[in-house]
């Protein structure tokens, strides 16, 4: 079983819509997570960190459930940039070693 | 000029060769790591490095060494390439705040071939 495991779709879903992508992690000892963006063969970026009592970025809204385990991205009136691969990372404290998922591929379609 | 650089960017070598790659960055960051990314594997950790005396093996360190020739450089090196070590590798940096939630920044990556 892989230490975070993420549906790796792909999402094709219309301009506008919105989207929500699951990820769950199997150590219970992590400390932090995190949503990361990677574009096609570009670098991954941090999206945003994810926290207990939930974060919201404009549009996008993280949320953690430690006790299930459960990380979730949810992205409102999506726009075509929105296009990308998103990972879902957790992280020990100090964040020495994050262990990445395998991404979830969303595309918005015009 | 980008804060994190891979040299080289694309390189095709032979079953057996030495090769380098290097990492560079102008972050002040005291940590940096290795990574290679797999289709369908994801990214995993290769080294990490807290300061120049500091080397750590990550995940999957076996077929591979690296240096950290000062604060801002950090090289990966496969001694003796072989095809299963094609993938793309990714260099990282993070800053020893003591935050839980510091950034890790990526430099471009580097696509590796292995004949």
């Known amino acids: 079983r892989k230490e975070v495991e993420q549906d790796p779709g792909p999402f094709n879903v219309p301009e506008g819509a919105t989207v929500a992508f699951n990820c769950t992690y199997s150590n219970s000892a992590s400390q932090s997570f995190f949503w990361y963006r990677q574009d096609c063969r570009k670098e991954p970026k941090l999206l945003m960190s994810?926290?207990?009592s939930g974060n919201e970025d404009g549009r996008f809204t993280a949320q953690l459930n430690r006790a299930s385990q459960y990380i979730s991205l949810l992205i409102r009136d999506s726009k075509l940039s929105d296009s990308a691969t998103y990972l879902c990372?957790?992280?020990?404290?100090?964040?020495?070693?994050?262990?990445f998922g395998t991404g979830t591929r969303l595309t918005i379609i015009p | 000029d980008a804060d994190v650089t891979q040299t080289p960017r694309n390189r095709i070598t032979k079953t057996g060769k030495r090769i380098m790659l290097e990492c560079s960055q102008t972050?002040?960051?005291?940590?940096m790591y290795w990574y290679r990314q797999d289709p369908g594997l994801g990214l995993r950790l290769i080294y990490y490095?807290?300061?120049?005396?500091?080397?750590n093996k990550g995940e999957i360190s076996d077929g591979y060494s690296v240096s950290r020739q000062a604060q801002a450089k950090f090289s990966l090196s496969l001694e003796s390439a072989i095809p299963n070590q094609t993938a793309l590798y990714f260099c990282a940096t993070s800053d020893v705040s003591g935050r839980a939630h510091n950034e890790q920044f990526f430099g471009p990556g580097t696509r590796l071939t292995v004949l």
């Open positions: 490095s807290f300061d120049v005396k500091d080397i």
């Open positions: 990372v957790a992280g020990n404290f100090g964040n020495e070693k994050l262990t």
């Open positions: 972050k002040g960051h005291d940590r």
């Open positions: 994810v926290y207990s």
